[in-house]
């Protein structure tokens, strides 16, 4: 037995178009593939989490992490995107939104929080991993090349150390 069948077996449009389209190599103008694209967005996955955007584009979702929403709504967007809605969808294009909006304006994104205590505590002022995650989320729901998350991949990069950390 292969494994193609126990995975379009499942009910997840979203997965079933997944399999079609990136493993098997359907086209998109496969009847299917239309069909299954249609009904994406009809998902319980999709559906759930899109319910649960905040009006400003975050997630607040325990579910999704621990963190700040900044966090949150990256591992979001993280998970749109595998499950294959990119920058057209509007919950999509309302989170990377709010991801571009608490971007500083050196590429990187603010520590999750700040202890007031943190000169006394000797906590680094910056963590490359606070901008990484955003990247991440950003990358996967289509914003790979958007000038915006190319500054913040350029600040990352300047964070490298000589050994490659």
């Given amino acids: 037995m292969t494994w193609v069948p126990l995975l379009l077996a499942d009910r997840s449009p979203c997965l079933r178009l997944a399999v079609l389209r990136d493993l098997l190599g359907y086209p998109d103008d496969d009847p299917e593939v239309r ?3 249609a009904l994406a967005e009809t998902d319980p996955l999709v559906v759930e989490l899109v319910a649960s955007q905040r009006v400003d584009g975050s997630w607040a979702l325990p579910a999704l992490g621990v963190g700040a929403d900044v966090h949150r709504t990256a591992w979001a967007l993280a998970r749109l995107g595998m499950l294959g ?10 989170g990377a939104g709010y991801l571009f909006s608490q971007q500083r304006e050196d590429g990187s994104w603010p520590l999750v929080t700040v202890p007031e205590e943190h000169e006394e505590t000797g906590l680094p002022d910056m963590i490359p991993l606070q ?6 989320g950003l990358a996967a729901a289509g914003y790979a ?3 915006r998350t190319e500054l913040g ?10 050994d490659g950390a």
């Fill in 131 to 136: 901008t990484a995650i955003p990247l991440r």
């Fill in 153 to 162: 991949y350029a600040w990352l990069l300047a964070q490298r150390l000589e």
């Fill in 35 to 37: 069909e299954l694209a």
């Fill in 145 to 147: 090349t958007d000038p």
């Fill in 85 to 94: 809605l990119g920058p057209q969808h509007p919950a999509v294009a309302r």
